[in-house]
């Protein structure tokens, strides 16, 4: 049990630890233990969780709480598909609509990512990746499709985490976020939607390289 924190919100401190990995896959959550872990009342955890439910990062089950949702192997890479069509859409208009500012705090974001791989860092720029796509789906002025982007993206975020190990991919992904970007500053609605299924292709095959390493690992281990 961690030490109480308090909790003026339970349901982002809650998507958080299924985020970050402090709460695992199928791990059972329940309405008293959540409320004494984050220091908050049972109505406004009983609220986030059905939150988190909708999101598809939990699953309700009725009498018996909480449990964190299992993503399988084959919904992370139908995850990223619809991602990468979605995405790719919303750079289309994100093209047309972006103003001086959002292109200064993206190239801002870009910087930074390029300063993380310098360093070998691959998890930081990981996060940066996030805040790079987020700006994108705030430019585009698209409040479902954002939604529904951020919501898949959550779900998936413990596969993401493996596709940036992979040897030499902060490199290439640098490379096309760098083309997106560009096509942005251009307004070029066309290159900005293929530069971005173009990163996203990429970045399904590197899921499918994480998911394959995985299970060569799985089958080496001792039984």
């Known amino acids: 049990m961690t030490d109480r924190v308090p909790a003026d919100d339970p349901y982002h401190e809650l998507r958080e ?12 959550l329940t309405e008293t233990s959540l409320a004494e872990r984050l220091g908050a009342g049972r109505t406004a955890v ?9 999101e598809g990062l939990i699953t309700l089950e009725r009498n018996r709480g909480a ?12 995850i990223e598909e619809v ?4 995405e790719g859409m919303l750079a289309r208009r994100a093209a ?22 310098e360093q070998g860092d691959s998890i930081g720029y990981s996060e940066l990746n996030a805040t790079f796509h987020q700006r994108i789906w ?6 479902t499709a954002s939604r529904i982007v951020g919501s898949l993206k959550s779900q998936a975020i413990r596969f993401q985490y ?24 251009a307004h070029d609605a066309d290159a900005a939607e293929t530069a971005m299924r173009n990163h ?11 998911i394959e390493s995985q299970h060569k690992t799985a089958r080496w281990l001792p039984g």
């Open 67 to 78: 449990r964190v949702r299992h993503i399988s192997d084959a919904e992370a890479l139908e």
């Open 138 to 143: 705030a430019a585009a002025g698209h409040p």
């Open 17 to 28: 630890a299924i985020v970050g990995g402090q709460l695992h896959p199928n791990e059972r």
């Open 46 to 54: 009983r609220a986030a969780l059905v939150r988190l439910d909708q």
């Open 162 to 185: 493996q596709t940036a190990l992979r040897p030499g991919r902060a490199q290439r992904s640098l490379t096309e976020h760098e083309a997106i970007f560009a096509a942005l500053k």
């Open 200 to 210: 996203l292709a990429e970045v399904l095959d590197t899921l499918r390289w994480a």
């Open 83 to 86: 991602r990468a069509a979605l």
């Open 96 to 117: 047309s609509r972006i103003g001086a500012s959002d292109l200064r705090s993206l190239h801002d974001v870009l910087g930074r990512m390029r300063d993380r791989v």
